[in-house]
């Protein structure tokens, strides 16, 4: 395997990769203590829209690590600045399959949200789906009938399954997967492994691509995502992706480590990143 160097900025899963559920990784403090001491800057990007970057701070917290919110991006905030930048907010309503993630950051866009069942006034131009532990019939048919009369459908990210400390539970992708079974219509994706959150990453970090790596636990999209962006990865066997599924896809990861603990000691072994003077 190749030395990890010439890494200036870090794009960082979390689910599988940090923690799962409410357990940290082994060794957190001391990866974000290296990143510090070797003044590498970083993204925290997941796909997961349930939190907001504040929820997530105060979760890093509890694990003994202090990151600002922005040093966060979910794919509920990224979702909101890409419709932002695509519609206008004051007059696009939007339907929310998701919690308030999600819900925050498209009303801080000023984008108008609306309720279930609410169908008499006007449709929603939009059906914006993501995790949502609250989950309802209700919910689900109300994104049905507003996709039926033509919404357009976006999802924050179509991963089927979350890792936790209990193993693998249903993601967002299993959301997906009923609504368009119900109603023939295809999610426009905003998460990874499509390129936009990497892209909004960058442009957070000022990095260039040659200067930035993402670490992920997901081959298909983790590492497909920075494969689609042009950046190098690295893979951590401590979440959803095995060895063994390397053999079956065609692209690769720059680097395959088994947990944040060897990335870690990478980090600190690589010659480019002695501290300058």
Request: charge should be negative; proline fraction near 5%.
């Amino acid at each position: 395997m190749q030395p990890l160097t010439g890494i200036r900025a870090l794009i960082i899963d979390m689910d599988g990769v940090l923690w799962h559920g409410e357990q940290p990784v082994p060794g957190l403090t001391d990866f974000f203590q290296t990143l510090r001491d070797h003044r590498i800057r970083f993204i925290l990007a997941t796909n997961n829209a349930s939190l907001t970057p504040e929820q997530y701070v105060n979760k890093l917290a509890r694990m003994g690590v202090a990151v600002a919110p922005g040093d966060i991006l979910t794919s509920g905030t990224a979702t909101a600045l890409y419709l932002a930048e695509h519609a206008d907010p004051a007059s696009t309503r939007i339907f929310v399959v998701g919690e308030e993630g999600l819900q925050r950051p498209l009303l801080e866009r000023g984008f108008t949200l609306t309720g279930r069942y609410e169908l008499d006034n006007a449709c929603a131009d939009m059906v914006v789906c993501g995790k949502d532990e609250t989950l309802t019939w209700d919910k689900l048919a109300t994104a049905s009938l507003h996709l039926g009369a033509g919404a357009q459908f976006i999802g924050t990210n179509a991963d089927t399954t979350l890792p936790t400390e209990r193993g693998l539970i249903l993601g967002n992708g299993a959301i997906l997967a009923a609504l368009e079974t119900a109603t023939g219509a295809t999610a426009t994706i905003i998460g990874k492994p499509e390129p936009i959150i990497y892209q909004q990453a960058l442009a957070l970090l000022d990095a260039d691509p040659s200067e930035t790596a993402a670490i992920g636990d997901r081959l298909e999209t983790d590492i497909l995502g920075a494969v689609r962006t042009g950046i190098r990865s690295i893979l951590v066997l401590s979440g959803v992706s095995t060895e063994e599924e390397l053999n079956t896809v065609g692209y690769q990861p720059t680097w395959v480590m088994p947990d944040l603990g060897a990335v870690t000691r990478a980090l600190r072994d690589a010659p480019s990143m002695q501290i300058p003077c």
